[in-house]
């Protein structure tokens, strides 16, 4: 009788309900709530918003089952815990998606301006500050390409006024993954741009934070994309610079993204996206599904067009809210954890202040995978 009971216990476990969680299967959706792609409203000054529901479910461990008398002492049953947050303690991907479109010369110059302030606040909130930053190739072209072909035969050696420091010639020092749409610049060309190729320790094309005794000199490197690029298809450069593929072994991004650290998205552009073709909301599971479908493990600060305001601003582009005509908007709003920002503001540091805040706080509530 004392084996008989040991069995059937034994099959009670086996067959008890399963755990939950993400499904593994690269062609099944997240088992969490889907994302919402009905907009909440927003108003033209920043805004930020944060979600307190986790896509992370939580265990049943704890529980205590009452065992028949014929059953032989199987001790206590052990207390596993509950699957509550850790926090991101300070593990965090960066990703700094900016556009080289012809108008953004002021845009790039704020936020410059604006880093050093954004990171020294984020910094100062973990005691462990374990960063990566990357600046991706947000329209798979390398902007030297321009210098080349319509500067060089007018200017040459050089690329001309603005891009003085660019040498005719230098496409042999770029690498393939300079072409590739998603991953980190290391050489950007074209006026206002750095114009020279960075180098980053071990090769990599993004910035390992510890790693650098000046981050501002770096990034500006990285981030002075200049004025030189195509129509930009923001959403799908995002989505393409946290695919697992660029991020594995081999890839061009190789280990910048972390399944343990917090995403976060810091996105510029002054125009619409109307490039990257499908919805936002198919390239915010693209990304979602990056970080393992869960919510709280990303925050966006999406710096872009205005609403409209009365008076209009001179030379300001405004979004009236449209998704035909400026899709960027919806697609940030989909993130629970978000700062909207103005690209027209002279400075951003409101939107990064915003932006600081729920880093702080969505980490707290991140559960890494």
């Keep these: 009788m004392r084996a ?11 067959n008890g309900p399963a755990q939950p969680g993400f499904s593994t299967d690269p062609g099944e959706g997240p088992t969490g709530p889907a994302a919402s792609t009905d907009p909440s409203s927003s108003t033209s000054s920043t805004t930020s918003t944060s979600s307190t529901t986790s896509t ?6 704890g529980e205590s089952s009452t065992t028949q008398a014929s059953a032989p002492d199987m001790g206590t049953t052990p ?12 593990k965090i991907d960066f990703v700094f998606a900016i556009s080289d479109l012809f108008t953004m010369e002021q845009e790039e110059a ?24 990357i600046v991706p190739n947000v329209d798979g072209f390398w902007s030297g390409s321009a210098c080349e072909s319509n500067r060089c035969p007018e200017y040459y050696p050089n690329c001309g006024p603005d891009a003085e ?5 230098s496409q042999g020092l770029v690498s ?27 090769g990599r094309r993004y910035i390992v934070v510890e790693e650098e005794p000046d981050l501002n000199e770096q990034f500006k490197c990285i981030a002075s994309v200049g004025l030189f690029g195509a129509d930009t298809p923001m959403m799908r450069a995002i989505a393409a610079t946290v695919a697992p593929e660029i991020n594995g072994e081999g890839g061009c991004n190789e280990g910048f993204l972390r399944p343990d650290a917090l995403l976060v998205i810091v996105m510029v552009m002054d125009s619409a996206d109307e490039k990257s073709i499908k919805t936002p909301a198919y390239w915010f599971e693209k990304v979602l599904a990056a970080k393992g479908g869960d919510l709280d493990a990303m925050v966006m600060a999406a710096i872009i067009n205005p609403l409209p305001e009365d008076p209009p601003k001179a030379d300001c582009a405004y979004d009236d809210g449209n998704p035909k005509i400026n899709p960027l908007r919806i697609f940030a709003e989909l993130f629970p954890h978000r700062a909207i920002g103005d690209v027209c503001g002279d400075t951003f540091a409101p939107t990064f202040a915003d932006a600081a805040a729920l880093v702080k706080e969505t980490c707290s509530a991140f559960i890494p995978q």
Excluded: W
């Design 56 to 61: 992370n479910a939580s265990g049943s461990a």
């Design 176 to 202: 393939l993954c300079e072409t590739v749409m998603g991953a980190g610049v290391l050489f950007n060309a074209g006026p206002h741009a750095t114009n020279y190729p960075c180098e980053l320790p071990g």
């Design 110 to 133: 704020a936020l410059l301006a604006s880093f050093d302030g954004f990171m020294k606040t984020v910094r100062e909130d973990f005691a462990d500050f374990d960063a990566h930053i």
């Design 165 to 169: 420091e660019y040498m005719c010639g």
């Design 79 to 90: 207390d596993f815990g509950t699957h509550q947050p850790i926090g991101c303690k300070g």
């Design 4 to 14: 008989l009971a040991s069995l059937l216990l034994l099959a009670a476990c086996q």
